[in-house]
């Protein structure tokens, strides 16, 4: 059998279930891998880890360095003699099927506080010396970080650029001043992250234990009001208030007519060249460093990225403009360890023009294909399976997109006709006839998510590009966990040479 063809699971650890109002790094997450190893299924794609933002989206946030506290189990804490078992948190009163963010974020928060007092009244020798090792490992970006939350709270959450202007530009003697007086603040900070990581790193080394892969996701923008901006303002495309004139977006496309604004400050290429491109480096070593393969969202803004004016409505009056290319990913290979460019996928869906394809394929990097695009415009339509080529990584669906069950329910009469003469199907199981072109596809990697391998229909869809609200909330039951199909699935893999017999 070819190693190289395998297949995994799309489901970001919000969606885990056993841990209340949340998915978390405990049992319910190793139970997820024990799926995944029973069911043949050698990767596991997950989201941005990152503290989540707008919407609860992890698609901005704060810092693209840090982890979001929101993830840590309670249960590991009380297995590290950090919290009491009384100290854990009582599940909320929701819907077991949502994720509870607002819930999640109080409960973690307490937590965190309470771990650090019971750390700082019992120490442990061996915990002392990996934080000071972990401190050490992140103080490039963690004491930024930390200061940022810190000032965020202290300033009633207001963005750093409307703080005073001593801060908003990080004037050295009032950085000095306020990083004394918020010291025990920033200290809860750093050691929720050193929670974070730790857990996530135990969780990534079990899922590596049973044969399984992480895949982790970069997004080519920050947020504007996150500490990589304020800590880094040369960088971005900002006024002297810190304010942006554009901001990025994509032109109309499949998911909305009017494009979609981001908003998301756009970067000075030329002042990263003249630094080497070190934050990248810094951003790539960090995230390679938590998972074992990297899809680069939005690769085409390493071609050219869609620069709106920061005060328009839409996307519409956006345009092209030119972004590092190679320039970039010549910086990342000579900075970054040997290898580590073949831990990259290129996410190169929406509008691809050559120059995309050129700079992928001068890369080296792997792409994408998504099959519920494919039926929609004839048999020219590249992704259609006999498109595929090996570099490139095919899914059912993305988070992006609806379930396979909801985009059947609701595609046009049309597409539906098409898909069902093109896959053999009478559609009563849309989501394995879908399933099984993926798997027989000759792309090297084949992912579908959670909820078609459960069969779930459009309630249970993700993310609604373009919605503000709304969105990241979906969470699998444990029932669903433990009936999941996994004797069927990893059948599929088998047929398709894509996991052991």
Not at 432 to 452: F, H, I, K, N
Request: charged fraction near 20%.
């Amino acid at each position: 059998m070819d190693d190289r063809r395998v297949s995994g699971v799309l489901l970001h650890p919000t969606s885990l279930p056993g841990s209340p109002g949340i998915g978390a790094f405990g049992a319910g997450a190793r139970r997820f891998v024990d799926f995944l190893e029973r069911a043949g299924q050698r990767r596991w794609q997950i989201l941005p880890l990152v503290p989540t933002g707008m919407g609860d989206s992890p698609y901005s946030s704060c810092s693209t360095f840090a982890g979001t506290p929101l993830l840590i189990s309670a249960d590991e804490l009380v297995a590290e003699g950090l919290l009491e078992p009384s100290e854990c948190p009582a599940a909320p009163h929701a819907d077991p099927a949502l994720a509870d963010y607002q819930w999640a974020a109080q409960a973690s928060s307490r937590m965190v506080a309470t771990a650090l007092a019971r750390f700082r009244s019992r120490p442990s020798a061996g915990m002392q010396a990996d934080y000071a090792d972990f401190l050490k490992n992140t103080a490039r970006w963690l004491d930024d970080y930390a200061l940022f939350v810190a000032l965020k709270t202290h300033q009633d959450g207001s963005p750093w650029y409307q703080w005073e202007q001593e801060l908003r530009d990080r004037e050295p003697q009032a950085l000095t001043r306020w990083t004394a007086q918020l010291a025990d603040e920033m200290e809860v900070v750093r050691f929720g992250q050193f929670l974070f990581f730790r857990q996530w790193g135990r969780l990534r080394a079990y899922a590596n234990g049973k044969g399984v892969k992480i895949i982790g996701d970069l997004p080519i923008f920050v947020t504007l009001d996150s500490a990589d901006v304020w800590a880094h303002r040369d960088l971005f495309k900002l006024d002297e208030r810190g304010c942006p004139p554009v901001v990025a977006g994509v032109p109309p496309d499949y998911f909305s007519a009017t494009g979609q604004l981001w908003g998301n400050p756009l970067y000075q290429w030329d002042a990263h060249r003249k630094r080497g491109f070190d934050w990248w480096i810094d951003r790539m070593a960090a995230v390679l460093g938590e998972v074992d393969i990297v899809r680069l969202d939005h690769f085409r803004g390493f071609a050219a990225c869609w620069e709106v004016p920061a005060d328009a409505s839409d996307a519409i009056g956006g345009e092209w403009v030119p972004g590092p290319g190679m320039d970039l990913f010549d910086a990342l290979a000579t900075g970054l360890p040997s290898g580590s460019a073949g831990r990259l996928i290129a996410e190169d869906l929406g509008m691809i023009t050559p120059d995309v394809h050129a700079l992928r394929h001068r890369a080296g990097l792997p792409g994408m294909a998504v099959l519920q695009f494919a039926f929609d415009s004839g048999p020219e339509n590249p992704h259609l399976p006999e498109h595929h080529a090996p570099d490139m990584v095919v899914y059912t669906g993305t988070h992006d997109n609806n379930t396979t069950l909801g985009w059947f329910r609701d595609a046009p009469q049309p597409v539906r006709d098409f898909a069902c003469r093109y896959l053999h199907s009478d559609g009563a199981e849309i989501h394995w006839d879908l399933a099984a072109a993926a798997m027989g596809s000759v792309a090297e990697t084949c992912l579908l998510p959670m909820q078609d391998v459960l069969g779930l229909d459009g309630s249970a869809r993700f993310n609604r590009p373009g919605e503000a609200e709304g969105n990241w909330g979906w969470r699998m039951l444990q029932e669903q966990l433990d009936e999941a199909p996994a004797e069927r699935l990893r059948s599929l893999c088998v047929h398709h040479g894509r996991c052991p017999g």
